[in-house]
């Protein structure tokens, strides 16, 4: 038998456990696609709102896994659920039905007032199926190819050719053109702009509830409604993106919600699987009955039973924990502690966002400041090269916003700004 070829620096440590943390972070930046400047930490293991590291150094986590881990780290019954379905059944492909499945979906559809569910591995994939449900929907009315999407400027949908190509910032574009054509930028809250991009061949206007990437700018109340009644009277499909919006975490279990401006399809992810790396979208039954038949979109790994346990779970742990009731009772605390920051820092120009989805805006860059947050146990990212966005898990506590505070306070101190 062939031995298996072992890196030179695994071979001489044998155990690669007794790594330490640069040596971790060198066999890392060795063997992996470096697509990603990484904070120079290894991360090990997770309680509550808390991280460590493999040197045992504790994170008060306000980030979340870029708002994914909705329920904190370690819950129990999540943890049990997940290993339960292990050990009954990963994986089947789709060719056959799976109860996780079924039931997820069930679920799914009570808590977003959607008709139909399509599960994928991630949101990128989200995004690129509900392209294709909105171009198939035009295909059946005309047989015509050539029909064009409106999304927004400063927008953020993923990295994959078709959600690139719906994303509003030409940096992350242009080096990856020609990508799917006919895409049409509108500014977020300016319906005005809108109509100018609109023509007898918009299918579709998508767009994030409140963008993330983009700086937490939540859609505006008469802009949501300004695009439904257009969609309505043209007969175009308003697409919303809740995938980091979406699952609870404004205080309604998805955005739009809140105005209650149903979209024809809606994309899902991010606190969905809480960790595991499942999404969703979801539409009318109209649009299902005609859009998206047998053979016309598919995937291997979506929906299967192992990711769909996860989605169940956390759905039960969001009705039986309360989350969504918690979030609003602890937005105003999050809100006002944030105001102060705002009122005691000049360097700090505004507050926004919604929920536990709120972004502080700076006339400086951020990343000395979250830098100086990560050296005093604190984890937090950017929106945009001035703002912090802080999307924590829904279970943080007042206590965990005095902390929060008290340490971007001394950050903020500490570089004399």
Known sequence: MNRPVIGPDLEKKGNHRNMNMKEYIDQAEADL?????????????GEGVYLYDIEGKKYLDFCAG????????????????????????????????????????????????????????SGAEAIEGALKAARKYAYLKDGSTDHEIIAMEHSFHGRTMGALAVTGNPHYREAFEPLIGNIRFA???????????????????????????????????????????????????????EIQCGMGRTGYMYAWQRYGVKPDIMTTAKALGCGVPVGAFLMTEHVAV??????????????????????????????????????????????????????????????????????????????????????????????GPNIIRFVPPLIISKENVDEMAEILTASLDGLQL
């Open 290 to 383: 005609h859009s998206l038949t047998a053979g016309d979109h598919g995937t291997t790994y979506g929906g299967n039973p192992l990711a769909c346990a996860a989605v169940e779970k956390v759905l039960d742990l969001f009705e039986r924990n309360h989350i969504i009731e918690h979030v609003r009772e602890i937005t105003p605390y999050l809100e006002g502690k944030l105001d102060e920051l705002a009122a005691k820092y000049d360097c700090i120009e505004t507050r926004r966002g919604a929920g536990l989805m709120q972004g502080l805006v700076f006339s400086c860059p951020v990343a000395p400041i979250i830098n100086e947050a990560v050296k005093r146990g604190m984890l937090l990212i950017n929106a």
């Open 33 to 45: 696609l470096h697509t990603y400047n990484r904070y120079q930490i290894v991360l090990d293991r």
């Open 66 to 121: 870029i708002a994914v881990f909705a329920l904190g780290y370690h819950n129990q019954e999540y943890n049990d659920a997940l290993k339960g379905q292990i050990d009954k059944l990963i994986h089947t492909s789709n060719y056959y039905y799976n109860v996780p499945a079924v039931e997820a979906a069930r679920k799914l559809k009570a808590v977003s007032g959607m008709d139909r569910v399509f599960f994928t591995n």
């Open 187 to 241: 500014r977020l809250n300016d319906l005005e702009s809108v109509l100018e991009q609109v023509s007898d061949k918009t299918c579709a206007i998508l767009l994030e509830t409140i963008q993330g990437e983009g700086g937490v700018h939540p859609a505006a109340e008469e802009f949501l409604r300004g695009l439904r009644k257009l969609c309505d009277e043209r007969d175009i499909l308003l697409i919303l993106d």
